[in-house]
């Protein structure tokens, strides 16, 4: 079934590229668990999308996380922070979710 031109389009924060979902790596201000990096997008509460490419996340981090705490609407920083450097694993090695998604090419 050839279902992906079904799925929702969202923008990222950093280079402010619309791109399908499953391509951005969603970062959500949970509202009981602080902000947290999101890859299956499936936490509840406010939800901000980035690319998983060093460029993005190179532009949220020199901002100091203010864009993504506008993008969530919070004021929490620590939480940002952690959140950030938890997104580091992601978006300076996209590898490792085409892995997940692509796995019948082994
Ligand atoms: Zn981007």
Redesign the pocket.
Known sequence: MATTRSVPVRT?I??R?ARPKDELVRIAATPDDGVRVDPAGRLPGRGAY??P?PG?YAQLRRRSGAMLRRALRTDDAAGTEAALDALATVAVHPEVRDRTVRSENA
């Open positions: 990222c950093g280079c590229t980035v690319c490419d993005c």
